[in-house]
């Protein structure tokens, strides 16, 4: 079965500055995505990034890039310039084959931006 | 309007009611999902559908069961409502392929 790890439950960031946000996967699937969702107060959940296992080329999209270390088995969302609207509850994701499976959420990491 | 709807936002009912929480979807995706979050967790897959005869239980489809109407409409029900399925649930649909993943506002359940 497919596991999602996130080992930072809370992470503070000054504003401006980039953040790390850690994910490990455990699949044993050779076919898998990779996403990561914010999730502000309000609640609904925002798509990010994602990642397919065979894209050879870490994503990126504006501010957001995902660190994809296939051997390690690592998804780390960076988040450039960090704005105080980013401050949300952020969650890595997998599903169980490239696009349309079911998603495994892991607990996620509650990100603050400090003025 | 929302590509993915969720009925009702809120909701407040007493233990051993019986519940219904609605899904629809114009994104014209086969695929659909409902999920729950509890305080301080991630989402948990309840039950999913590949199509309209298709339903698979998830994670955690122990005191659910759902009901998948048409291509666009997938419900969840609680049976008997108690206290501890009080949380946050999202119905998402997704594409066959491709990151195409859409969720709901979600609903906010309260068991009392």
């Known amino acids: 079965a497919q596991k999602i790890t996130q080992t930072q439950p809370g992470m503070f960031v000054q504003e401006k500055e980039a953040v790390t946000l850690d994910c490990t996967y455990d699949?044993?699937?050779?076919?898998?995505?990779l996403f990561w969702y914010k999730q502000p107060s309000s609640g609904e959940m925002i798509f990010l990034i994602y990642q397919g296992s065979y894209d050879q080329q870490n994503a990126t999209e504006g501010r957001y890039s995902l660190n994809f270390q296939k051997a390690r088995k690592s998804a780390n969302l960076v988040i450039s310039a960090s704005q105080l609207g980013d401050s949300a509850m952020y969650f890595c994701?997998?599903?169980?084959?490239?696009?349309?499976?079911?998603?495994?959420f892991g607990s996620g990491t509650q990100l603050t931006v400090l003025p | 309007d929302a590509d993915v709807t969720q009925t009702p936002r809120n909701r407040i009912t007493k233990t051993g009611k019986r519940i219904m929480l609605e899904c629809s979807q114009t994104k014209g995706h086969d695929r659909m999902y409902w999920y729950r979050q509890d305080p301080g967790l991630g989402l948990r897959l309840i039950y999913y559908?590949?199509?309209?005869?298709?339903?698979n239980k998830g994670e955690i489809s122990d005191g659910y069961s759902v009901s998948r109407q048409a291509q666009a409409k997938f419900s969840l029900s609680l049976e008997s409502a108690i206290p501890n399925q009080t949380a946050l649930y999202f119905c998402?649909?997704?594409?066959?392929?491709?990151?195409?993943?859409?969720f709901g506002s979600g609903t906010r359940l309260t068991v009392v």
């Open positions: 998402a649909t997704s594409e066959q392929t491709g990151n195409g993943y859409t």
């Open positions: 994701a997998m599903s169980l084959w490239i696009g349309g499976g079911q998603l495994t």
């Open positions: 699949t044993s699937d050779p076919s898998y995505g």
């Open positions: 559908s590949f199509d309209v005869k298709d339903i």
